[in-house]
Each structure stands twice: as C-alpha cells, then as structure tokens.
C-alpha cells in the first residue's frame, strides 16, 4: 500500500513541538524531561545546531546496562551522534522504510539545516492507520451509495 502522505502533513497535524538538551544535561534530567513530556526521545542540541539525539533505548543499553549512574553522566556520552533525519518532503512510506534500515523510532525533520519537528513511528503509523481507514470509507461509499454508520 502506498501511503502517500508527507512529513509536512503529520506536523501540521500533530504540530511542530521539539524538546531538546544541550550535551552537558545529565542523563537523569534527560529522562525525567521525557517522563513529563511523555516522548521517548530528545534532540540534542548545541545552540540551533542538532549534534544527537538520545533515546529510552541509549538510557538502558548505555548508562543501565553499563553500571553507570543517571546523575552522574552527561548526555554527550551516550546520545547517538549519527542521526538519521529527514525533511518535510519526505514521504510516509520513505520515513518508514528509513526507520526500518536503520532500526530507529523517531527522526528529526530539518528544513534548511534548521529543526522544524520530530515524527516517531507512532506518529507514522496513526497517519497510516487514518489513511486506510479513509480510504475503506470512501470504497464502502463508492460502493454501496450512501456511507456506512460509524461504529
């Protein structure tokens, strides 16, 4: 199935907010920010420049499973430094296969260098969820004349 929506359509959906730490947060309060935002991940930032991102997943392999102390330890440490972004433009279908290849759960969307949001896989499979569910609608109308209540 091809889900041709793009990135710039999630955000105007869900919005553009990004929640973000300098490399020297430790990571304690890392992970207590995205308690409170309810994200699995930050951007890292120095200054508007994005130099990582760092994830529930970096926290339990990198600091956890390490012996490591949350408070103690800075970000800069253990973020993922590669970080595979993507563009308004982008396609669904283009983000989930970059996600799939790379076995990432959010990417950052960067529009002329500059940071402009974040989709997680959640995001992109509620678009693919909506998409279907539109399109069995319009099939079920098309077909029978005079769409079907909602259940």
């Known amino acids: 199935m091809n889900h041709t929506g793009h990135i710039r359509d999630i955000l105007g959906t869900k919005g553009g907010a990004v929640w973000s730490v300098p490399p020297e947060t430790t990571v304690f309060e890392a992970i207590q920010l995205m308690a409170d935002k309810n994200v699995g991940a930050l951007l890292v930032t120095q ?16 600091v956890i499973l390490k ?3 949350s408070k103690d330890t800075p970000v800069r440490d253990v973020l993922s430094g590669q970080v595979i972004h993507v563009t308004p433009d982008h396609t669904v ?6 996600m799939t290849e790379h ?4 990417l950052p969307v960067l529009e002329g260098g500059k ?3 974040v ?6 499979v509620n678009w693919i969820i909506s998409a279907q569910s539109s399109t069995i609608h319009q099939l079920e109308t098309y077909i029978t004349g005079f769409p079907t209540p909602a259940i």
Request: aromatic share 2%; glycine share 14%; with cysteine.
């Open 67 to 69: 012996g490591r102390s």
């Open 93 to 98: 279908d283009e983000c989930m296969r970059l």
């Open 103 to 106: 076995r990432v759960r959010h």
């Open 47 to 62: 200054g508007d420049k994005l130099v990582g991102i760092v994830t529930e997943r970096d926290y339990s392999r990198k």
């Open 119 to 124: 989709v997680s896989i959640g995001d992109l």
């Open 115 to 117: 940071i402009v949001g």
